[in-house]
């Protein structure tokens, strides 16, 4: 009996310096952008990343979605195990807890320390700095007289919603071409695609997730029963996280710029309706005058787009708010704004405004 007590102490003390290992291991990493940067980010993702993406692209299915399941499904036995056997649960406890920490370690090896590296504005040599109302209102101003002007040649009509003629497999066909449009901007070229329809769309459509990088297979993936005309924008925003870039402004901005600077007029307007939706939404905070005049200068086509996005959401309300777990998740890693961070793109919007 003794000797089972030991050993169960014994067990409990090997998770614990193991977790404490883990944690220790990886807040100390955080705090060193610079080595992160020079080490993890330029030479050891970017050949994890190439090798995920060529051995992926050979399925036409996304594998990151059915690692997902099988993940999920025996991260649910051993739990389900462990509450069977809670009178004697080390053993139990011990296959869930190294479970979990070959995932914690899979997931930031694969990708997550990518959460830690330098700020995109020092990359681009961009002065993020706050930004005054009158920047974010002229910046407001460019991205509403370009979207009409897109609305415009695209429909021939102010008042009907741009509508892609072309399919979803073709839209993601076409990312790289932005990407290959911006290489001389971020110096970093994006080979090799790997961009899939999620096999789960309609249950993340109601966890109000339109597109998310598979971390484990490199696989970007996007909701295929969103909007059409807001998928060049997802994408490109997803294939900006394939690329090693983590945070969620960080990839918005990305995903806006190479979509911006793509060839097709299509992917443009996606760019610069999403651009000025976050630009919208920060000027109702600071001055909800001037959004509603600003409101009224745009497109009725483009807020008819806007109303598609709207509806979709509305039709896929669930009762349990998702976005809370999610913001845990990026403060977390090192995002303080949680989930408000997708915002933070306008003043990287501005920042490159301001250098152009």
């Given at each position: 009996?003794?000797?089972?007590?030991?050993?169960?102490?014994?067990?409990?003390?090997?998770?614990?310096?193991?977790?404490?290992?883990?944690?220790?291991?990886?807040?100390?990493?955080?705090?060193?952008?610079?080595?992160?940067?020079?080490?993890?980010?330029?030479?050891?993702?970017?050949?994890?990343?190439?090798?995920?993406?060529?051995?992926?692209?050979?399925?036409?299915?996304?594998?990151?979605?059915?690692?997902?399941?099988?993940?999920?499904?025996?991260?649910?036995?051993?739990?389900?195990?462990?509450?069977?056997?809670?009178?004697?649960?080390?053993?139990?406890?011990?296959?869930?807890?190294?479970?979990?920490?070959?995932?914690?370690?899979?997931?930031?090896?694969?990708?997550?320390?990518?959460?830690?590296?330098?700020?995109?504005?020092?990359?681009?040599?961009?002065?993020?700095?706050?930004?005054?109302?009158?920047?974010?209102?002229?910046?407001?101003?460019?991205?509403?007289?370009?979207?009409?002007?897109?609305?415009?040649?695209?429909?021939?009509?102010?008042?009907?919603?741009?509508?892609?003629?072309?399919?979803?497999?073709?839209?993601?066909?076409?990312?790289?071409?932005g990407y290959k449009a911006i290489e001389s901007i971020i110096h970093k070229k994006?080979?090799?695609?790997?961009?899939?329809?999620?096999?789960?769309?309609?249950?993340?459509?109601?966890?109000?997730?339109?597109?998310?990088?598979?971390?484990?297979?490199?696989?970007?993936?996007?909701?295929?029963?969103?909007?059409?005309?807001?998928?060049?924008?997802?994408?490109?925003?997803?294939?900006?996280?394939?690329?090693?870039?983590?945070?969620?402004?960080?990839?918005?901005?990305?995903?806006?710029?190479?979509?911006?600077?793509?060839?097709?007029?299509?992917?443009?307007?996606?760019?610069?309706?999403?651009a000025l939706y976050y630009c919208l939404m920060e000027l109702r905070k600071a001055?909800?005058?001037?959004?509603?005049?600003?409101?009224?200068?745009?497109?009725?086509?483009?807020?008819?787009n806007y109303k598609q996005a709207g509806d979709f959401s509305s039709a896929h309300?669930?009762?349990?708010?998702?976005?809370?777990?999610?913001?845990?998740?990026?403060?977390?890693?090192?995002?303080?704004?949680?989930?408000?961070?997708?915002?933070?793109?306008?003043?990287?919007?501005?920042?490159?405004?301001?250098?152009?």
């Amino acid at each position: 009996m003794l000797s089972v007590r030991n050993n169960n102490t014994k067990s409990l003390l090997s998770i614990l310096i193991k977790w404490f290992l883990t944690v220790l291991t990886i807040a100390g990493i955080s705090y060193f952008p610079k080595y992160v940067e020079l080490i993890y980010a330029q030479n050891i993702y970017p050949i994890v990343a190439i090798v995920n993406r060529w051995a992926m692209h050979f399925f036409s299915f996304s594998v990151g979605d059915i690692i997902y399941f099988f993940g999920f499904s025996y991260l649910l036995f051993l739990f389900l195990k462990l509450l069977k056997h809670l009178k004697d649960p080390i053993e139990h406890l011990v296959k869930l807890s190294n479970y979990l920490l070959k995932i914690i370690w899979i997931f930031y090896l694969s990708w997550g320390f990518n959460y830690f590296r330098e700020p995109l504005a020092k990359q681009l040599s961009l002065s993020q700095e706050k930004y005054s109302l009158e920047q974010l209102q002229e910046v407001t101003n460019q991205l509403i007289d370009k979207s009409n002007t897109l609305q415009l040649q695209l429909t021939q009509n102010d008042s009907i919603a741009v509508e892609i003629p072309y399919s979803r497999n073709r839209i993601l066909s076409k990312v790289f071409e932005g990407y290959k449009a911006i290489e001389s901007i971020i110096h970093k070229k994006y080979k090799i695609p790997c961009i899939k329809h999620s096999i789960f769309s309609k249950q993340i459509s109601y966890m109000s997730v339109s597109g998310y990088l598979n971390p484990f297979s490199g696989e970007a993936q996007v909701n295929k029963i969103y909007p059409k005309i807001f998928i060049p924008s997802i994408s490109s925003h997803e294939v900006a996280h394939q690329l090693g870039y983590a945070p969620e402004d960080e990839a918005n901005f990305l995903g806006y710029l190479s979509a911006s600077y793509h060839p097709d007029p299509y992917f443009r307007y996606s760019a610069n309706i999403d651009a000025l939706y976050y630009c919208l939404m920060e000027l109702r905070k600071a001055d909800k005058a001037l959004f509603k005049a600003d409101l009224k200068r745009i497109n009725r086509g483009i807020l008819k787009n806007y109303k598609q996005a709207g509806d979709f959401s509305s039709a896929h309300r669930f009762p349990i708010d998702f976005s809370s777990s999610y913001d845990a998740y990026l403060k977390l890693n090192k995002q303080k704004s949680g989930i408000k961070s997708y915002n933070e793109m306008v003043s990287l919007l501005i920042a490159y405004s301001l250098k152009e």
